[in-house]
């Protein structure tokens, strides 16, 4: 059964893809997670965590190859335009009832940092099985759940479900403004580690909220050349 693209839409004002964090500071990457990519697309069918449903899901797709390309953003008054640069950006937040290091409970709310990013715009690319495809372009055009941005705070601001193709060149016509894939910088995942410049702690293997569980996966970045 032939593989085909399934694309989606990652637009927002804001964006959070958290990779390397886990406590007080919550950093974001410069691209989306494999891990919060799959975990939108589980949300999106009312997988609960954890579940064999879910389990299921992941063993199914996980492997599927992923490319994410940052697609600028312009802004325009008159005659006149600009490329908007993505910023990171951070908050806080208050946390009561953590525990110390020796597992006492904490009188003091516990301050932690979050960073997101501000206008980014992708297409992110699942190469993945035809029936695959078709159930997620349902259950991305009408999702279960509330899906989002990387944090519940980070709303899309455009339908995620972008399409389905069967070449880089439909992707490019249709979603690229009929431009090549390399006038965009963009993240791929690799078969190899020569092949890499980068390791992601960020391949879903478990979502359930007690024991979370990922694996490693090589991406390249690769820049735009014109």
């Not at 431009?179 to 478990?206: C, H, N, R, W």
């Amino acid at each position: 059964m032939s593989n085909k693209l399934l694309a989606l839409r990652l637009s927002g004002i804001l964006q959070s893809w958290g990779y390397n964090s886990e406590y007080t500071y919550r950093n974001s990457g410069l691209f989306p997670t494999k891990s919060s990519v799959l975990g939108l697309c589980c949300a999106a069918k009312g997988l609960n965590r954890g579940s064999e449903d879910e389990k299921d899901f992941l063993e199914s797709i996980a492997d599927c190859p992923m490319t994410a390309i940052a697609l600028p953003r312009t802004r325009m008054i008159g005659e006149k335009s600009w490329t908007v640069n993505v910023r990171r950006i951070e908050d806080f937040h208050t946390v009561e009832n953590t525990k110390t290091a020796s597992g006492k409970k904490n009188d003091n709310a516990v301050v932690t940092y979050r960073q997101y990013l501000c206008d980014a715009d992708f297409i992110v690319l699942l190469e993945v099985d035809s029936e695959i495809a078709d159930d997620l372009e349902n259950k991305l055009s009408d999702p279960d759940w509330g899906v989002w941005l990387g944090r519940k705070s980070c709303i899309p601001s455009a339908p995620v479900f972008a399409g389905i193709f069967s070449t880089m060149n439909e992707v490019c016509n249709e979603l690229l403004g009929g431009k090549a894939l390399d006038y965009f910088t963009y993240q791929k995942e690799v078969v190899s580690f020569e092949q890499g410049t980068d390791t992601l702690m960020d391949m879903p293997i478990d979502f359930a909220i007690d024991k979370r569980e990922r694996g490693q996966r090589r991406v390249k970045i690769c820049e735009a050349e014109r």
